[in-house]
């Protein structure tokens, strides 16, 4: 059964620090991996989707990569901001169909100015 | 712009009534689904459905039920068999074609 974790559970930084969090699943056999961002009290916003046969996803001061082989995706976010502030979820999928998404329970990420 | 709408934002419900959880999308994909988010503990799958006219339990699907009559549309009605519904209720959809997930804002039931 795939299982996805994610390190750190809580980060703290200063305004401005480029910081990494990381995404680790069990089994490699994945679709796509996608990651969201959780502001309180709303909805997942979908930051990056990257499939199996990808190694990385731009978006702005976002990266994310990813290496099936080892299990593992991190989400690079580049000259951090205090709006930045929010819950970070990785998702990994096994096929196409969606029901197999399995998410990771999500790092807190605090921007302080 | 394409997307989902979940409503109403907030739902109150008491004890012993059954309510229902709207979901709408113009996304025109054919997979929807549900989900129940706790505080400290992530996402759990409540119904999906690929198709119209077809759905599938999920992980925690006691006490809940659904309908897909339309493809833009998957309610959610929590009845009064579901002994703690107090939570954060989430909509989304996905495409085939990419595999990716499109979430709605959220519904937050409270029962008082």
């Known amino acids: 059964k795939q299982e996805v974790t994610q390190i750190p559970a809580a980060l703290s930084v200063p305004e401005g620090e480029n910081l990494v969090l990381n995404c680790s699943f069990t089994?490699?056999?994945?679709?796509?991996l996608q990651w969201f961002r959780q502001d309180p009290g709303k909805g997942l916003t979908s930051l990056l989707l990257?499939?199996?046969?990808?190694r990385e996803q731009t978006s702005g001061r976002l990266n994310a990569s990813l290496d099936k082989s080892s299990g593992r995706s991190t989400l690079y976010i580049a000259a951090s901001q205090p709006g930045d502030s929010a819950t970070y979820l990785c998702?990994?999928?096994?096929?196409?169909?969606?029901?197999?998404?399995?998410f990771g329970p999500g790092t807190r990420l605090s921007v302080l100015p | 712009d394409g997307g989902i709408t979940q409503s109403p934002k907030y739902l109150f419900r008491k004890e012993g009534q059954n309510v229902t959880l709207s979901c709408e999308q113009n996304l025109n994909h054919d997979a929807m689904y549900w989900y129940r988010q706790d505080p400290g503990q992530g996402l759990r799958l409540i119904y999906y459905s690929q198709i119209v006219n077809d759905f599938q339990k999920g992980d925690i699907a006691e006490g809940y039920s659904v309908s897909r009559e339309k493809k833009e549309s998957f309610p959610l009605t929590v009845t009064s068999a579901q002994k703690n519904p107090t939570a954060f209720y989430l909509c989304?959809?996905?495409?085939?074609?990419?595999?990716?997930?499109?979430f709605g804002s959220g519904t937050r039931l409270t029962v008082v």
């Open positions: 989304a959809s996905s495409t085939t074609l990419t595999g990716g997930y499109t």
């Open positions: 998702a990994v999928s096994a096929d196409n169909y969606g029901q197999n998404f399995v």
């Open positions: 089994d490699s056999a994945i679709y796509n």
């Open positions: 990257i499939q199996s046969s990808q």
